[in-house]
T-cell receptor
């Protein structure tokens, strides 16, 4: 079955810097890759997603890239702000959605 | 605003006790899901329901039970058979149950269950 690995588990950046979170997946049939942001005490919220027929997708300061050959995808956050601090989860799906283990991002003012 | 409401926010269970977590949605979504979240782990699927009066076991269904009598509601019961119930429980929904894994999931704000 599908396995999703996510790195790093924690990431600290200065406000204004960029942050990159990487995920790899094992099932080449996976075709949908969402990213979720989870704030403390809240449920995950979808921030961006990409399908396997697209290599890159951007939404303001957030972008996701997908490399199907290498079976990895990444979340890029530019010009980070303190409110970006949260836990970020990647996920991949072939027949079911499998989540990565999460990255705790801290943005210091 | 449409969304998913989970209650209670915090719940405590005594030994040998069954407890029920509530999940209600007003998004008119067909499919609903229950996940368990443990520290340092991803979300793991407990049960899901693609349509009213139907539900399927997920990856970690043992010790849990669900019902789906109404489209809006998908309660989860944590039974005494679940020996390690302490976790954060999340309910989610998708617009349809067809190819559900390819759709964005909408989550509630969770219930934190602890053992007394």
């Amino acid at each position: 079955g599908e396995n999703v690995e996510q790195h790093p588990s924690t990431l600290s950046v200065q406000e204004g810097d960029s942050a990159v979170i990487k995920c790899t997946y094992s099932d080449s049939a996976s075709n949908y890759f969402p990213w979720y942001k989870q704030e403390l005490g809240k449920g995950p919220q979808l921030i961006i997603d990409i399908r396997s027929n697209v290599g890159e997708k951007k939404d303001q300061r957030i972008a996701v890239t997908l490399n199907k050959t290498a079976k990895h995808f990444s979340l890029h956050i530019t010009e980070t702000q303190p409110e970006d601090s949260a836990v970020y989860f990647c996920a991949a799906t072939a027949d079911k959605l499998i989540f990565g283990t999460g990255t705790r991002l801290q943005v210091f003012p | 605003d449409g969304g998913i409401t989970q209650s209670p926010k915090y719940l405590f269970r005594k030994e040998g006790q069954n407890v029920t977590l509530s999940c209600e949605q007003n998004l008119n979504h067909d499919a609903m899901y229950w996940y368990r979240q443990d520290p340092g782990q991803g979300l793991r699927l407990i049960y899901y329901s693609q349509i009213v009066n139907d539900f399927q076991k997920g990856d970690i269904a043992e010790g849990y039970s669900v019902s789906r009598e109404k489209k809006e509601s998908f309660p989860l019961t944590v039974t005494s058979a679940q020996k390690n119930p302490t976790a954060f429980y999340l309910c989610a929904s998708t617009r349809t149950g067809l190819r559900y894994s390819n759709q964005p999931q909408h989550f509630g704000d969770g219930t934190r269950l602890s053992i007394l």
